[in-house]
């Protein structure tokens, strides 16, 4: 089993399960009482060792979204509101941070290449990936997905497949935004996820107009201004705990 996990990283492996499991619960796929598969089963659809599966499961735990019973089973419960913005565990904002200190490098380039690049079909591809961020914040709905889109998009107006193969390898675990603020703070979400369109729309305006250089600090900016933020978030964190 531990085969599985060979040529991964074992921490970038339990945040990818971990917010698999993470969005099936507050998506309503689990509701509070419901059982998860089992840490078997589990291990099979992720094709993750015991270890990455006990890993994720307890970070949902320090979530306060599922408890294990013993020799029961993994079991969805109601998140207690007054945890709520205070349960951030540090091992995986430090692996987000990881995360984004690696897309840094390659999405400046890649932001670059576009604007170099880009065909008029993959401009609209970009933008359209942008309309829909804005849809999803008005209508007060998680970005994550679409923010991903937008990104694959500009990786994909490189023309060059290894872009593109490098965000995709990384599944939804590139794009870790959505755990700065909790959702239960609609206004400051809200702020947030407008914070983060602005930020794209200074790339993609620079990708239409096909300036390099702008594109390629517009992305800096995004990315760096990220990393800072998850900075910001763990010295928080570790100033809570000590």
């Keep these: 089993m531990q085969g599985k996990d060979r040529g991964r990283g074992s921490g970038s492996l339990v945040s990818r399960v971990g917010e698999s499991l993470r969005q099936a619960i507050l998506s309503g796929q689990y509701a509070a009482g419901d059982k998860l598969p089992s840490e078997h089963e589990l291990t ?12 994720a499961v307890a970070a949902l735990r320090s979530d306060g979204l599922v408890e294990v019973r013993q020799g029961a089973g993994i079991f969805v419960i109601s998140p207690d509101p007054a945890l709520s913005g205070r349960r951030v565990d540090k091992a995986r904002v430090a692996s987000d941070l990881e995360v984004l200190e690696i897309r840094t490098p390659v999405e400046i380039e890649a932001a670059g290449l576009a604007a170099l690049r880009r065909s008029p079909a993959q401009e609209e591809a970009i933008f359209e990936c942008h309309r829909k961020i804005l849809h999803c914040i008005e209508a007060d709905q998680s970005i994550r997905e679409a923010d991903l889109e937008l990104h694959v998009a500009i990786a994909e107006a490189t023309n060059n497949p290894l872009f593109k193969h490098f965000l995709e390898s990384q599944g939804a675990a590139i794009i870790p935004q959505s755990r700065l603020v909790p959702e239960t703070r609609t206004a400051e979400q809200t702020a947030y996820r407008k914070l983060i369109h602005r930020e794209h729309e200074a790339i993609i305006v620079a990708i239409s107009d096909r ?11 995004h990315l760096v201004g990220s990393q800072a933020r998850y900075r910001n978030l763990l010295k928080d964190l570790r100033s809570f705990t000590s």
């Design 211 to 221: 300036d390099d250089q702008a594109a390629r600090n517009a992305m800096r900016e």
């Design 44 to 55: 099979e659809t992720h094709s993750v060792s015991r270890t990455v599966v006990r890993e």
